[in-house]
């Protein structure tokens, strides 16, 4: 057990309770609850009356911060982690290396956008890359569960807030870098400086893989002396073609003056990045090629991502996309495949980054055949002003406006005619829609099932 917490409900007996000041909670005020569930000191960042001693420092979370890496660090030297980051892709790449270790027949975990994972143990996470103690916990029950390898997604916000400090990673990824979270990093040169503290994680004897198609990959390589690449054209590993079909894709690619053929279950030109961010990881980590091209027909892509259902005469596919660059990227990817339409669904989250909110308008009505807008997590915000701000970028006339997601999935399974591809973006493996402060389920895989089940 640690012997700190930041949750005054978490509190053990004995353990010292640390009030952080959040962007929406203060712990500060929660220093009574913790003392009467157990809490035998506290740390603060002001003097306060309470019945147990209080060690006042200027930066709470820094400081317990700190303690936690000096003292639980080494607890975790023994496991191989690997982490992942870039905007997109980091979820598809995470899992798809995790289930290849599983795969391999190594014992891993996952941790990431949809929770900690190891075989039949699942729990439910806040953030894609938790705070830093919930982290360091997680690490624990790995060990306790066995584990080799913990493969993480690793965030700007995990970055740029030193959630991960006191880690060292055998390998670290680099997936791309586009527009999003400008709201917290103000600029494109601050978010992409954070991405590249990643370097500053990875062991001196440890590889780290980029994606050399991205501009951003030059940076990272100048940061890190052993670093290998994937891409289209000269990168350590060149993906020389692709086949894509609507379930499959076919990879002809070179590595080491050697050339090789590889089929996977995943579609679309973005998860061929993502695989070979799996592919050039694990390959680097001394596994072998010949193997890992034989394990790879039996991956499968994470809940929500591409994940593609037959509806009447044509497709449903559900995708976590819920940026500029991933909406191009899948709407995109989907028109090359289409023999007839695609017909988007997306919306734009409430309390988070507004810029990007027309570019998503724009870029879903120029590339899909019709698009309806709607509620993705408007939270504390009017989904009229969310939807105001979208339909700024929208110069045609291919759309419509339907709030209720759950009719609004309705509408888009409806229109489907003979090849017809549904895109429903944004939500993936979530099922809640978060409005106001309440959470109320909602899963868009589910909506197509029952969908499916009614038309049968």
Known sequence: ??????????IKPGQTFVAIKGYTVDGHNFIEDAVKNGASSVIAEKEVKTSVPVKVVENSAKYYQ???VKEYKD??????????????????????????LRDLGQKAAYIGTIGFICEDFYKELPNTSPEILTIYKLLEEALKLGCQYVVMEVSN???????????????????NLTEDHLDYHKTMENYLNAKLLLTNYIKDDGVLVVNKDDDASKKFIERFKNTKTFGYGKADYNIISDDIYPDHTDIHFKYRGKEYDVTTNLTSKFNVYNYFTMFSILCELGFDIDLLIEKTYDLKAPKGRCETYKVKNGYAVVDYAHTPDAVLKVVTAYKELAKARVITLVGCGGDRDPL?????????????????????????????????????????????????????????????????????????????????????????????????????
């Not at 057990?1 to 978490?10: A, D, G, H, R, V």
């Not at 030297?77 to 899992?95: F, M, Q, R, V």
């Not at 916000?157 to 997936?175: H, M």
């Open 66 to 68: 700190e303690l936690l």
């Open 157 to 175: 916000f995990a970055l740029d807030q030193k959630r991960i400090e006191g880690l060292e990673f055998v390998a670290g990824a680099f997936t």
């Open 356 to 456: 990007k909110r027309p570019i998503m308008g724009e870029i879903a009505s120029n590339y899909s055949d019709y698009v309806i807008f709607t509620n993705d997590n408007p939270r504390t915000e009017d989904p009229e002003k969310i939807m105001k701000d979208i339909l700024a970028g929208v110069k045609k006339s291919n759309y419509e406006v339907c709030l209720d997601r759950r009719e609004a999935i309705k509408k888009a399974l409806d229109m489907i005619e003979e090849n017809d591809i549904v895109l429903l973006l944004g939500k993936g493996h979530e099922d809640y829609q978060i409005i106001g402060h309440t959470k109320l389920h909602l899963d868009d895989s589910e909506e197509v099932l029952k969908y499916i089940e009614k038309s049968e």
């Open 75 to 100: 607890n975790f030297k023994d496991l191989k982690l690997i982490g992942i980051t870039g905007t997109n892709g980091k979820t598809t790449s995470a899992y798809l290396t995790y289930q290849m």
């Open 1 to 10: 057990m640690f012997k700190y917490e930041t949750n005054s409900k978490l």
